[in-house]
């Protein structure tokens, strides 16, 4: 079973940065990609950023130069971030893995105000 407990977040200015943490507990071996999803009000869940259990980074179009997805083995981490907000960036983000089946952090939210 894997959990994952996210932190950070909260209210950032445009153009401003914000750093989101995810740490990843239990059984992190059947773990094979790591992902940061977001969900604006009113629209559905989306891609912001993954990274592959080869380090494959990728990110979406409305993100890249902005974002970054950076990962410690060692702490069992993956952050998200955040730079150069804008206020569509504002959305409830969620912390991903996938392995045995999909794991979910619980969200937490970020408001952007221009």
């Known amino acids: 079973q894997v959990r994952l407990v996210e932190s950070g977040g909260g209210l950032g200015q445009a153009g401003g940065s914000l750093r989101l943490s995810c740490v990843i507990f239990g059984s992190i071996f059947d773990i094979n990609a790591l992902a940061w999803f977001r969900q604006a009000p009113g629209k559905q869940r989306e891609l912001v950023a993954n990274?592959?259990?080869?380090?494959?980074?990728n990110y979406d179009d409305s993100v890249k130069g902005r974002f970054t997805i950076p990962r410690d083995n060692d702490k069992n981490t993956v952050d998200l971030q955040m730079s150069g907000l804008k206020p569509e960036d504002t959305a409830v983000y969620y912390c991903?893995?996938?392995?045995?089946?999909?794991?979910w952090g619980q969200g937490t939210q970020v408001t952007v105000s221009s």
């Open positions: 991903y893995a996938r392995g045995a089946q999909d794991y």
């Open positions: 990274v592959t259990g080869g380090g494959i980074i």
